[in-house]
Nanobody, 121 residues
Framework: QVRLVESGGGLVQPGGSLRLSCAVS????????MGWYRQAPGKERELVAV???????NVADSVEGRFTISRDYVKNTVDLQMDSLKPEDTAVYYC???????????????WGQGTQVTVSS
């Protein structure tokens, strides 16, 4: 069974910073990518940033230059450093991993439960 456990959300003032962390555990064979998505009230879930097994990153235009994604390939964790936060960054942030397990041997999509980020004065 695969588990994605997120931490680090909370309330922050505009211009502030937060760091999200996600740890993946289970009978994992390979992790192809890890990343973060977010969903604001009344909106669809959207990509924030992803990082591939090779270290290539894809960052949404709306957060480019403010958010940084990083990954620890030994600990199977992915972090999202969020700086210069804006009220429009308020959303539930979900950790995502595309990986294969001993049981499936094929790529599957896994999600964390989500962590709330609120940017407000």
């Amino acid at each position: 069974q695969v588990r994605l456990v997120e931490s680090g959300g909370g309330l922050v003032q505009p211009g502030g910073s937060l760091r999200l962390s996600c740890a993946v555990s289970g009978s994992i064979v390979s992790i192809y990518s890890m990343g973060w998505y977010r969903q604001a009230p009344g909106k669809e879930r959207e990509l924030v940033a992803v990082i591939s097994g090779g270290g290539n990153t894809n960052v949404a235009d709306s957060v480019e230059g403010r958010f940084t994604i990083s990954r620890d390939y030994v600990k199977n964790t992915v972090d999202l450093q969020m700086d210069s936060l804006k009220p429009e960054d308020t959303a539930v942030y979900y950790c995502n991993a595309i990986l294969s397990t001993i049981a499936t041997r094929s790529r599957n999509n896994y999600w964390g439960q989500g962590t709330q980020v609120t940017v407000s004065s």
